[in-house]
């Protein structure tokens, strides 16, 4: 098993434009998650997926929008990317089952924004 | 009030020694607790969950104050192996399935 996989792994961007991240998980996990990483602060949620077909805002989601493709498939999308949005994005899954609220990462998207 | 809080550090502890380190949580209402570790450009990965008043796995005890709201995890015998950026979770009660991380605390490991 993969786990989770998101490509691309690193990514640099000028202001303005456009871009999807991918992330995928093979563990048959109902919930995925997108999250961004900042110096200094905590893991941010940024949208999250509890199940196929229904995706929430976190607590950032201004300038992103997602798309559950299918079980496996969580895609975070920048319309128009701005400086601010320089991070390190984590895609997550969790199977949230009974007590376990468990979330395996993906190894990170690197972006920079210029 | 951030709704998770710790001490960034870093914690420089010699090789063999233990350390220690807390993580205060605001929500009341939270009745599990997880630590993560993050190694250096990399994911996070789950080290334990707290669901009770502790849990031990090994070299590493997490205990939990309900009264205080905080949770601390101990590591003995430190191992170089051992630095990382420990990242305390508290799940979001409001809202199924949502973790609230807090900002991590590096602990570096010397020989």
């Known amino acids: 098993n993969a786990g989770v996989t998101q490509t691309p792994k690193f990514q640099v961007l000028k202001t303005g434009q456009s871009m999807t991240l991918q992330c995928a998980q093979d563990?048959?996990?109902?919930?995925m998650y997108w999250y961004r990483q900042d110096p200094g602060m905590g893991l941010r949620l940024i949208y999250y997926s509890a199940s196929e077909g229904t995706t929430d805002k976190g607590e950032v989601p201004n300038g992103y929008n997602v798309s559950r493709l299918n079980k496996r498939e969580f895609s975070l999308r920048l319309e128009s990317a701005a400086p601010s949005q320089t991070s390190v994005y984590f895609c997550?899954?969790?199977?949230?089952?009974?007590?376990?609220?468990?979330?395996?990462f993906g190894p990170g998207t690197r972006l920079t924004v210029l | 009030r951030k709704e998770v809080e710790q001490d960034p550090g870093p914690f420089n502890v010699p090789e063999g020694a233990t350390v220690a380190f807390n993580c205060t949580y605001s929500?009341?209402?939270?009745?599990?607790f997880f630590w993560y570790r993050q190694d250096c450009r990399k994911e996070p990965k789950l080290l334990m969950s707290?669901?009770?008043s502790g849990n031990e796995d090994g070299r590493f005890t997490a205990q939990l104050n309900r009264a205080s709201q905080y949770i601390s995890l101990l590591i003995r015998d430190s191992k170089l192996s051992d630095s990382a950026t420990y990242l305390c979770v508290v799940p979001s009660t409001d809202s199924w399935g949502k973790l609230q991380f807090g900002a991590g605390t590096q602990v570096v490991v010397t020989p």
């Open positions: 563990m048959n996990h109902n919930s």
């Open positions: 929500n009341s209402a939270s009745q599990s």
């Open positions: 707290v669901y009770s």
């Open positions: 997550a899954s969790s199977d949230r089952t009974g007590r376990s609220d468990t979330q395996y």
